[in-house]
């Protein structure tokens, strides 16, 4: 086989996939990553339905992030339709095996070697890797067809298909020990298959929520992240964050608190984002759906109380220096040292409990 090869596509229908659950042959891997509400609907069912791929692993106890591999009946394909669809949730799978003998086959590629030597999580379950992945020479050489006949994802009002190509047994065997290395031809592949699609997405997301975009608005993005990713901003959804403040607060880059939160080095990329949208809430500045997704301290007193509450002395803190802040400019300098020392000092401490750092493969 080729280095890469393009594996045709398919369009079914629904009506289908449903014929297909008829006959106890189709199954999904699910990817909380894009679909949070997933855990919760994985754990409502028995060990013979679902099964996460972190089981067995050191990363057994990382259940928000655990891709889980599922039989689909007429109820959960339901769900999904009406749900998920629209999210990149995760993938279809055709085939006759069992539950148990495909997390066989997936649980050898939950982690992948890189071409520089290091270890990470592959998410082969996101279609947007899985599409780029399925062409190239490594899914035949490390066995992902193994016991499957066709891989599919969302489109719109259909599935799209890719069929196993001939010669791939059709059952599960045995599955194989070594271990699953990328190389720098399907690293750059899937480099620029989700830039792409990462590109077309906040495009798709901006303009819905109402946003002009330049018109060169490929350089204009990825100038942003360029910037982004020196500052330790790296995440998709806290890049489209920063990328939605930029274009929808005029002037933010100057602003001295700004560029203050931005370099400071102790704080996550994540809680800087965090903090970014907290501070447009703040001052009624910056696009409103972000404004709404912060911490609004004017107007939404419950939220800024369970804030506080989360450690004893942060309202003291703000009793002692914030009774006038709400009246202050965001420019005063009393202000903003205190208020952004005070924040990193909060976000330093919550990030040693509750972030876990996954590295991805694709992204």
Excluded at 220 to 246: M, T
Aim: hydrophobic share 45%; proline share 5%.
């Amino acid at each position: 086989m080729e280095a890469t090869v393009h594996l045709p596509r398919t369009t079914v229908a629904l009506e289908l996939i449903n014929q297909l659950i008829q006959q106890r042959s189709v199954y999904a891997i699910f990817d909380p990553v894009g679909a949070p509400r997933v855990p919760e609907k994985m754990h409502a069912l028995s060990s013979e339905r679902s099964l996460s791929l972190f089981q067995g692993t050191p990363y057994e106890s990382y259940t928000a992030v655990a891709p889980y591999l599922a039989s689909v009946d007429e109820e959960l394909f339901e769900w999904i339709r009406k749900g998920l669809w629209a999210e990149p949730w995760g993938i279809l799978l055709l085939s006759r095996s069992s539950l148990g003998e495909l997390f066989n086959v997936f649980r050898r590629f939950i982690t992948v070697r890189l071409p520089d030597g290091n270890a990470c999580f592959f998410r082969f379950h996101d279609p947007r890797i899985l599409s780029t992945f399925l062409d190239a020479e490594e899914s035949a050489r490390y066995e992902f067809w193994n016991g499957i006949s066709a891989y599919g994802w969302s489109a719109d009002d259909a599935v799209t298909l890719v069929k196993r190509p001939d010669g791939m047994a059709a059952s599960a065997g045995e599955v194989p020990v070594s271990e699953v290395a990328l190389s720098p031809e399907l690293m750059n592949s899937l480099g620029k298959a989700q830039l792409k699609s990462f590109l077309d997405r906040c495009s798709k997301y901006l303009e819905g929520n109402g946003v002009t975009l330049p018109a060169n608005r490929g350089m204009f993005f990825q100038s942003v992240f360029l910037y982004a990713r020196s500052v330790g901003i790296v995440l998709e959804l806290d890049l489209l964050r920063f990328l939605h403040l930029i274009l929808g607060w005029k002037g933010m880059q100057s602003i001295a608190v700004v560029r203050e939160i931005l370099s400071y080095p102790e704080v996550s990329g994540t809680d800087k984002v965090d903090l970014l949208c907290e501070l447009a809430a703040f001052a009624g500045m910056g696009p409103e759906p972000l404004r709404i997704a912060g911490l609004d301290m004017e107007a939404n007193a419950k939220a800024l109380q369970r804030f506080l509450d989360e450690h004893v002395n942060d309202r003291l803190f703000f009793e002692k220096h914030h009774s006038g802040a709400l009246t202050m400019s965001i420019e005063d300098t009393r202000w903003r040292k205190e208020w952004v020392n005070y924040y990193c000092e909060f976000v330093s401490e919550r990030a040693k409990v509750t972030r876990v750092p996954v590295g991805t493969a694709g992204i």
